[in-house]
T-cell receptor, first 115, second 115 residues
Framework: GDSVTQMEGPVTLSEEAFLTINCTYT??????LFWYVQYPGEGLQLLLK?????DKGSNKGFEATYRKETTSFHLEKGSVQVSDSAVYFC??????????????FGKGTLLTVNP | NAGVTQTPKFQVLKTGQSMTLQCAQD?????MYWYRQDPGMGLRLIYY???????DKGEVPNGYNVSRLNKREFSLRLESAAPSQTSVYFC??????????????FGEGSRLTVL
């Protein structure tokens, strides 16, 4: 079945440091890939997405490129801020028949950014 | 625009008690979902509803029932709560049509503690 494996945390960085959170996936077919972010006490919000190979999703300074050859979708940011402290989830969505989609999540990576 | 609204946000139950978590979305989405989030486990799908009048089991359905009351509302019921059901519960809905890439829109979560 489909699965998502992401870097285990927690990850602690200083402000303005470079961030990478690794994500690899296993899926049949051609899934769409997502990064969701969960700020403390809140629900998950879509951060960025990519729907086909070599697509780059970007938002709020974060980027991730859909790499089919390495089945990866690593999240990067050049300079993190304290406000980026959150839990980050990698996810894939595959069509399970008709208009039905199944979304599979990684276990989440807690990022803490210190001033 | 409220998006996905869950109630209650917090609840404490005693073992054996019953309760219903309510979820409503105002985005005219057909598909709705219930997930639970536990430390180190990521998000796990409990039940989903692809359209009004239909429901299907997800990864961890035991101990739960659901009702898709109408297109807007999807409730989750615990008939006899157990400590293992202590968790944060998230309701979500999915966009449809040509914009459908499988991404979900989440509520803010309901934190349930079973003593």
């Amino acid at each position: 079945g489909d699965s998502v494996t992401q870097m285990e945390g927690p990850v602690t960085l200083s402000e303005e440091a470079f961030l990478t959170i690794n994500c690899t996936y296993t899926a049949t077919g051609y899934p769409s890939l997502f990064w969701y972010v969960q700020y403390p006490g809140e629900g998950l919000q879509l951060l960025l997405k990519a729907t086909k190979a070599d697509d780059k999703g970007s938002n709020k300074g974060f980027e991730a490129t859909y790499r089919k050859e390495t089945t990866s979708f690593h999240l990067e940011k050049g300079s993190v801020q304290v406000s980026d402290s959150a839990v980050y989830f990698c996810a894939l969505s595959a069509n399970s028949g008709g208009s039905n989609y199944k979304l599979t999540f990684g276990k989440g990576t807690l990022l803490t950014v210190n001033p | 625009n409220a998006g996905v609204t869950q109630t209650p946000k917090f609840q404490v139950l005693k073992t054996g008690q019953s309760m219903t978590l309510q979820c409503a979305q105002d985005m005219n989405h057909n598909s709705m979902y219930w997930y639970r989030q536990d430390p180190g486990m990521g998000l796990r799908l409990i039940y989903y509803s692809a359209s009004e009048g239909t429901t299907d089991k997800g990864e961890v359905p035991n101990g739960y029932n659901v009702s898709r009351l109408n297109k807007r509302e999807f409730s989750l019921r615990l008939e006899s709560a157990a400590p293992s059901q202590t968790s944060v519960y998230f309701c979500a809905s999915r966009i449809e049509g040509t914009a459908n890439t499988g991404e979900l829109f989440f509520g803010e979560g309901s934190r349930l503690t079973v003593l």
